[in-house]
Protein backbone atom coordinates (compact mmCIF):
# COMPACT_ATOMS: atom_id res chain seq x y z
CA UNK A 1 0.00 0.00 0.00
CA UNK A 2 0.97 3.42 -0.88
CA UNK A 3 -0.18 6.94 -0.06
CA UNK A 4 -0.54 9.64 -2.82
CA UNK A 5 -1.55 13.01 -3.54
CA UNK A 6 -4.14 13.93 -6.07
CA UNK A 7 -4.54 17.39 -6.78
CA UNK A 8 -7.37 18.36 -8.87
CA UNK A 9 -8.85 15.16 -7.69
CA UNK A 10 -12.29 16.55 -7.01
CA UNK A 11 -12.22 17.30 -11.05
CA UNK A 12 -13.30 14.58 -13.84
CA UNK A 13 -10.25 12.85 -14.44
CA UNK A 14 -8.69 13.38 -11.37
CA UNK A 15 -11.39 12.10 -9.61
CA UNK A 16 -12.14 8.82 -11.45
CA UNK A 17 -7.52 8.39 -10.80
CA UNK A 18 -8.34 8.46 -7.04
CA UNK A 19 -10.90 6.08 -6.90
CA UNK A 20 -8.45 3.51 -9.35
CA UNK A 21 -5.82 3.77 -6.65
CA UNK A 22 -8.53 3.79 -3.56
CA UNK A 23 -9.48 0.38 -5.59
CA UNK A 24 -5.79 -0.70 -5.19
CA UNK A 25 -5.27 -0.43 -1.45
CA UNK A 26 -3.76 2.90 -1.71
CA UNK A 27 -4.27 5.84 0.80
CA UNK A 28 -4.87 8.66 -0.94
CA UNK A 29 -5.42 12.43 -0.23
CA UNK A 30 -7.78 15.07 -2.90
CA UNK A 31 -6.37 18.87 -3.07
CA UNK A 32 -8.71 21.09 -4.87
CA UNK A 33 -9.78 24.32 -4.12
CA UNK A 34 -13.23 23.37 -5.86
CA UNK A 35 -12.89 25.87 -8.68
CA UNK A 36 -14.03 24.04 -11.22
CA UNK A 37 -14.05 20.63 -9.36
CA UNK A 38 -17.18 19.29 -7.16
CA UNK A 39 -17.18 17.80 -3.33
CA UNK A 40 -19.44 14.69 -5.02
CA UNK A 41 -16.82 13.93 -7.17
CA UNK A 42 -14.24 12.93 -4.63
CA UNK A 43 -14.27 9.25 -3.90
CA UNK A 44 -15.60 7.54 -0.88
CA UNK A 45 -12.61 6.95 1.43
CA UNK A 46 -9.99 9.55 0.13
CA UNK A 47 -9.03 12.30 2.62
CA UNK A 48 -10.30 15.86 1.04
CA UNK A 49 -8.39 18.95 1.81
CA UNK A 50 -9.98 22.09 0.41
CA UNK A 51 -6.79 24.32 -1.04
CA UNK A 52 -4.91 25.91 -3.76
CA UNK A 53 -2.01 24.18 -4.70
CA UNK A 54 -0.11 26.96 -4.09
CA UNK A 55 0.10 25.68 -0.76
CA UNK A 56 0.22 21.98 -0.76
CA UNK A 57 3.50 22.61 1.29
CA UNK A 58 1.07 23.35 4.12
CA UNK A 59 -0.21 19.18 3.32
CA UNK A 60 2.81 17.43 1.93
CA UNK A 61 4.89 15.58 3.74
CA UNK A 62 7.34 12.70 3.73
CA UNK A 63 4.74 10.19 4.37
CA UNK A 64 3.41 10.85 0.74
CA UNK A 65 5.12 8.34 -2.02
CA UNK A 66 3.91 10.66 -4.86
CA UNK A 67 1.90 13.14 -6.16
CA UNK A 68 -0.34 12.50 -9.25
CA UNK A 69 -1.04 16.44 -10.68
CA UNK A 70 -4.39 17.15 -12.13
CA UNK A 71 -5.29 20.99 -11.06
CA UNK A 72 -5.31 23.01 -13.76
CA UNK A 73 -8.01 25.40 -15.76
CA UNK A 74 -8.18 23.69 -19.05
CA UNK A 75 -10.82 25.44 -21.18
CA UNK A 76 -8.91 26.68 -24.39
CA UNK A 77 -11.45 29.33 -25.69
CA UNK A 78 -11.06 30.76 -21.83
CA UNK A 79 -7.03 30.57 -22.10
CA UNK A 80 -7.24 32.52 -25.31
CA UNK A 81 -9.31 35.56 -23.75
CA UNK A 82 -7.79 35.50 -20.52
CA UNK A 83 -4.23 34.06 -20.87
CA UNK A 84 -2.89 35.71 -17.77
CA UNK A 85 -5.30 33.17 -15.66
CA UNK A 86 -3.80 30.14 -17.21
CA UNK A 87 -0.12 31.24 -16.52
CA UNK A 88 -0.48 32.00 -12.89
CA UNK A 89 -2.84 28.85 -11.94
CA UNK A 90 -1.03 26.42 -14.57
CA UNK A 91 2.83 27.43 -14.21
CA UNK A 92 2.88 29.31 -10.92
CA UNK A 93 1.02 26.72 -9.15
CA UNK A 94 3.02 23.52 -10.27
CA UNK A 95 6.25 26.12 -9.38
CA UNK A 96 4.74 26.22 -5.67
CA UNK A 97 3.78 22.34 -5.80
CA UNK A 98 7.49 21.52 -6.98
CA UNK A 99 9.25 23.57 -4.72
CA UNK A 100 6.66 21.79 -1.59
CA UNK A 101 7.86 18.20 -2.90
CA UNK A 102 11.16 18.99 -3.18
CA UNK A 103 11.55 20.08 0.54
CA UNK A 104 9.09 16.96 1.42
CA UNK A 105 11.43 15.07 -0.15
CA UNK A 106 8.19 13.58 -2.49
CA UNK A 107 10.33 11.97 -5.76
CA UNK A 108 7.48 10.67 -8.10
CA UNK A 109 5.29 12.83 -9.97
CA UNK A 110 2.62 11.64 -12.59
CA UNK A 111 1.56 14.98 -14.55
CA UNK A 112 -1.70 15.38 -16.51
CA UNK A 113 0.00 17.12 -19.39
CA UNK A 114 -1.82 17.70 -23.16
CA UNK A 115 -1.35 16.48 -26.56
CA UNK A 116 -2.53 20.19 -27.20
CA UNK A 117 1.55 20.79 -26.55
CA UNK A 118 1.72 20.16 -30.17
CA UNK A 119 -0.30 22.98 -31.68
CA UNK A 120 -1.12 22.07 -35.65
CA UNK A 121 0.63 18.98 -35.81
CA UNK A 122 2.96 18.16 -39.32
CA UNK A 123 1.90 14.15 -39.02
CA UNK A 124 -0.51 12.43 -37.71
CA UNK A 125 -1.04 10.49 -35.40
CA UNK A 126 1.64 12.79 -33.38
CA UNK A 127 4.82 10.92 -31.68
CA UNK A 128 6.51 12.75 -29.06
CA UNK A 129 9.33 13.65 -30.92
CA UNK A 130 6.92 15.98 -32.44
CA UNK A 131 7.67 19.74 -32.96
CA UNK A 132 5.96 21.78 -29.85
CA UNK A 133 3.97 24.90 -30.89
CA UNK A 134 0.54 25.33 -29.04
CA UNK A 135 -1.49 27.67 -30.77
CA UNK A 136 -3.39 28.27 -27.24
CA UNK A 137 -2.17 29.61 -24.02
CA UNK A 138 -3.67 26.58 -22.61
CA UNK A 139 -1.05 24.29 -24.43
CA UNK A 140 1.49 26.72 -23.83
CA UNK A 141 1.38 26.64 -20.34
CA UNK A 142 1.21 22.80 -19.67
CA UNK A 143 4.00 23.03 -22.04
CA UNK A 144 6.16 25.12 -19.84
CA UNK A 145 5.45 22.80 -16.72
CA UNK A 146 6.65 20.32 -18.64
CA UNK A 147 9.89 21.62 -18.80
CA UNK A 148 9.90 22.95 -15.56
CA UNK A 149 9.65 18.69 -14.61
CA UNK A 150 12.40 18.03 -16.83
CA UNK A 151 14.69 20.71 -15.30
CA UNK A 152 13.11 19.61 -11.60
CA UNK A 153 14.11 15.64 -12.49
CA UNK A 154 17.70 16.46 -13.88
CA UNK A 155 18.50 18.86 -11.25
CA UNK A 156 17.07 17.22 -8.23
CA UNK A 157 16.25 13.63 -9.06
CA UNK A 158 12.52 13.93 -9.68
CA UNK A 159 11.27 10.51 -11.16
CA UNK A 160 8.35 12.09 -13.30
CA UNK A 161 6.15 10.95 -16.13
CA UNK A 162 3.34 13.23 -18.23
CA UNK A 163 0.84 12.26 -19.84
CA UNK A 164 -0.40 14.25 -22.50
CA UNK A 165 -3.95 13.44 -24.30
CA UNK A 166 -6.85 15.20 -26.02
CA UNK A 167 -10.56 14.54 -25.36
CA UNK A 168 -11.63 12.40 -21.83
CA UNK A 169 -14.74 10.78 -22.19
CA UNK A 170 -16.93 8.49 -20.93
CA UNK A 171 -17.81 7.45 -17.38
CA UNK A 172 -16.49 5.01 -14.59
CA UNK A 173 -18.83 3.07 -12.22
CA UNK A 174 -16.96 1.43 -9.44
CA UNK A 175 -17.84 -1.85 -7.71
CA UNK A 176 -20.24 -0.46 -5.28
CA UNK A 177 -21.79 1.23 -8.42
CA UNK A 178 -20.95 4.66 -7.41
CA UNK A 179 -20.44 6.03 -10.85
CA UNK A 180 -17.41 9.35 -11.80
CA UNK A 181 -18.74 11.15 -15.13
CA UNK A 182 -18.53 14.65 -16.84
CA UNK A 183 -20.24 17.68 -14.42
CA UNK A 184 -18.77 20.57 -15.37
CA UNK A 185 -20.13 24.16 -14.87
CA UNK A 186 -20.65 25.76 -17.51
CA UNK A 187 -20.16 22.26 -19.56
CA UNK A 188 -17.40 22.91 -22.69
CA UNK A 189 -16.68 19.48 -23.70
CA UNK A 190 -18.39 17.93 -26.93
CA UNK A 191 -19.66 14.63 -25.79
CA UNK A 192 -21.38 15.85 -22.77
CA UNK A 193 -22.79 18.96 -25.01
CA UNK A 194 -24.33 16.48 -27.43
CA UNK A 195 -26.09 14.59 -24.72
CA UNK A 196 -27.39 17.49 -22.94
CA UNK A 197 -29.47 18.26 -26.49
CA UNK A 198 -30.42 13.95 -26.23
CA UNK A 199 -31.97 15.04 -23.00
CA UNK A 200 -33.81 18.15 -23.63
CA UNK A 201 -31.68 20.25 -22.22
CA UNK A 202 -30.22 21.94 -24.79
CA UNK A 203 -31.69 22.86 -27.72
CA UNK A 204 -29.34 22.46 -30.45
CA UNK A 205 -25.55 21.76 -30.51
CA UNK A 206 -23.28 24.15 -32.61
CA UNK A 207 -20.76 23.01 -34.89
CA UNK A 208 -17.85 25.28 -34.64
CA UNK A 209 -16.50 25.60 -38.28
CA UNK A 210 -17.81 22.97 -41.00
CA UNK A 211 -14.81 24.17 -43.35
CA UNK A 212 -11.39 22.74 -42.38
CA UNK A 213 -9.20 20.28 -43.64
CA UNK A 214 -11.15 17.48 -42.94
CA UNK A 215 -13.30 14.98 -44.33
CA UNK A 216 -16.51 16.29 -43.44
CA UNK A 217 -15.34 19.65 -42.61
CA UNK A 218 -15.18 19.31 -38.92
CA UNK A 219 -12.57 19.07 -36.50
CA UNK A 220 -11.20 15.63 -35.92
CA UNK A 221 -9.92 14.71 -32.50
CA UNK A 222 -8.51 11.87 -30.77
CA UNK A 223 -11.16 10.18 -27.78
CA UNK A 224 -10.06 8.04 -24.26
CA UNK A 225 -12.32 6.48 -22.56
CA UNK A 226 -11.53 7.99 -18.68
CA UNK A 227 -10.95 4.61 -17.37
CA UNK A 228 -7.98 3.59 -19.84
CA UNK A 229 -6.50 6.66 -18.98
CA UNK A 230 -7.04 6.31 -15.56
CA UNK A 231 -4.82 2.74 -15.59
CA UNK A 232 -2.53 4.53 -17.67
CA UNK A 233 -1.58 7.36 -14.44
CA UNK A 234 -1.25 4.29 -12.06
CA UNK A 235 0.91 2.13 -14.62
CA UNK A 236 2.83 5.55 -14.82
CA UNK A 237 3.36 5.59 -11.54
CA UNK A 238 4.88 1.59 -10.75
CA UNK A 239 7.53 2.53 -13.57
CA UNK A 240 9.01 5.01 -10.96
CA UNK A 241 8.40 2.62 -7.71
CA UNK A 242 10.16 0.22 -10.56
CA UNK A 243 12.68 2.64 -11.61
CA UNK A 244 13.80 3.01 -7.66
CA UNK A 245 13.63 -0.86 -7.23
CA UNK A 246 16.31 -1.19 -4.75
CA UNK A 247 16.63 2.27 -2.93
CA UNK A 248 13.05 2.21 -1.72
CA UNK A 249 12.64 -1.44 -2.20
CA UNK A 250 8.39 -0.57 -3.04
CA UNK A 251 8.44 -1.71 -7.13
CA UNK A 252 5.26 -2.09 -8.64
CA UNK A 253 3.06 -0.71 -5.86
CA UNK A 254 0.34 1.73 -7.97
CA UNK A 255 0.00 -1.13 -10.37
CA UNK A 256 1.04 -3.92 -12.55
CA UNK A 257 1.99 -3.63 -16.39
CA UNK A 258 4.34 -5.54 -18.74
CA UNK A 259 6.51 -2.51 -19.53
CA UNK A 260 10.00 -3.30 -19.84
CA UNK A 261 11.71 -0.36 -18.53
CA UNK A 262 10.59 1.46 -14.93
CA UNK A 263 11.39 5.42 -15.11
CA UNK A 264 14.36 6.22 -12.61
CA UNK A 265 14.79 9.21 -10.58
CA UNK A 266 16.14 12.05 -12.76
CA UNK A 267 13.97 10.74 -15.61
CA UNK A 268 11.23 12.37 -17.12
CA UNK A 269 8.68 10.74 -19.20
CA UNK A 270 7.00 11.76 -21.74
CA UNK A 271 3.58 10.02 -23.21
CA UNK A 272 1.07 10.26 -25.63
CA UNK A 273 -2.50 8.51 -24.91
CA UNK A 274 -4.73 8.15 -27.55
CA UNK A 275 -6.67 5.84 -29.59
CA UNK A 276 -4.60 6.33 -32.95
CA UNK A 277 -7.61 7.08 -34.61
CA UNK A 278 -9.89 10.41 -34.69
CA UNK A 279 -13.25 11.18 -34.91
CA UNK A 280 -14.65 14.19 -36.56
CA UNK A 281 -17.40 16.37 -34.28
CA UNK A 282 -20.06 14.83 -36.75
CA UNK A 283 -19.40 11.61 -36.21
CA UNK A 284 -19.35 12.23 -32.66
CA UNK A 285 -22.89 13.92 -32.87
CA UNK A 286 -24.15 11.24 -34.94
CA UNK A 287 -22.80 8.68 -32.45
CA UNK A 288 -24.55 10.25 -30.17
CA UNK A 289 -27.73 10.27 -32.39
CA UNK A 290 -27.81 6.41 -32.63
CA UNK A 291 -26.64 5.57 -28.81
CA UNK A 292 -29.70 7.47 -27.63
CA UNK A 293 -31.95 7.62 -30.08
CA UNK A 294 -33.06 11.12 -29.57
CA UNK A 295 -32.77 13.63 -32.29
CA UNK A 296 -29.80 16.26 -31.91
CA UNK A 297 -30.01 19.12 -33.93
CA UNK A 298 -26.85 20.72 -35.13
CA UNK A 299 -26.19 24.48 -36.16
CA UNK A 300 -23.05 26.26 -37.68
CA UNK A 301 -21.54 28.41 -35.83
CA UNK A 302 -17.67 30.30 -36.47
CA UNK A 303 -14.50 28.82 -35.73
CA UNK A 304 -12.89 28.97 -31.91
CA UNK A 305 -9.70 31.08 -32.11
CA UNK A 306 -6.47 27.95 -31.43
CA UNK A 307 -8.37 25.38 -32.68
CA UNK A 308 -6.16 22.85 -34.50
CA UNK A 309 -7.86 21.01 -37.56
CA UNK A 310 -6.79 17.34 -36.33
CA UNK A 311 -5.10 16.14 -33.07
CA UNK A 312 -4.70 12.56 -32.61
CA UNK A 313 -2.21 10.95 -30.34
CA UNK A 314 0.32 7.94 -31.22
CA UNK A 315 0.66 5.65 -27.76
CA UNK A 316 3.36 3.20 -29.15
CA UNK A 317 5.77 4.63 -26.45
CA UNK A 318 3.32 4.02 -23.69
CA UNK A 319 2.60 0.75 -24.52
CA UNK A 320 6.40 -0.11 -24.68
CA UNK A 321 7.31 1.77 -21.58
CA UNK A 322 4.26 1.54 -19.20
CA UNK A 323 2.69 -1.38 -20.46
CA UNK A 324 -0.91 0.40 -21.49
CA UNK A 325 -3.18 -0.69 -23.30
CA UNK A 326 -6.39 0.94 -24.07
CA UNK A 327 -9.35 -1.33 -23.92
CA UNK A 328 -12.34 0.63 -24.47
CA UNK A 329 -11.72 2.55 -28.30
CA UNK A 330 -14.64 2.38 -29.33
CA UNK A 331 -16.66 5.58 -30.07
CA UNK A 332 -19.61 3.97 -29.38
CA UNK A 333 -19.05 2.32 -26.12
CA UNK A 334 -17.26 5.92 -24.75
CA UNK A 335 -20.52 7.59 -25.71
CA UNK A 336 -22.77 4.64 -24.50
CA UNK A 337 -21.23 5.14 -20.59
CA UNK A 338 -20.86 8.81 -20.68
CA UNK A 339 -25.18 8.80 -21.59
CA UNK A 340 -25.94 6.34 -18.61
CA UNK A 341 -23.87 8.77 -16.00
CA UNK A 342 -25.83 12.11 -18.07
CA UNK A 343 -29.33 10.06 -17.18
CA UNK A 344 -28.03 8.69 -13.55
CA UNK A 345 -26.85 12.11 -12.55
CA UNK A 346 -29.39 14.23 -14.12
CA UNK A 347 -26.60 16.38 -15.89
Known amino acids: MSKYLVTGGAGYVGGVVAAHLLEAGHTVTVLDDLSTGFRAGVPEGAEFVEGRIQDAARWLDASYD ?80 DHMITGEAHAHGLAAASLRYFNV ?105 GNGNGFSVREVIETVREVTGHPVPEVAAPRRGGDPAVLVASAERARERLGWRPSRAGLAGIVEDAWQFAQRAGS
Open 169 to 273: AGAYATGDGVAYGERHDPESHLIPLVLQVAQGRREAISVFGDDYPTPDGTCVRDYIHVADLAEAHLLAMAAMHKGSEGSEGSAGSAGSGDGKDGIAPGEHLICNL
Open 66 to 145: GVLHFAAHSQVGESVVDPDKYWRNNVGGTIELLAAMREAGVRKLVFSSTAATYGEPEDSPIREDAPTAPTNPYGASKLAV
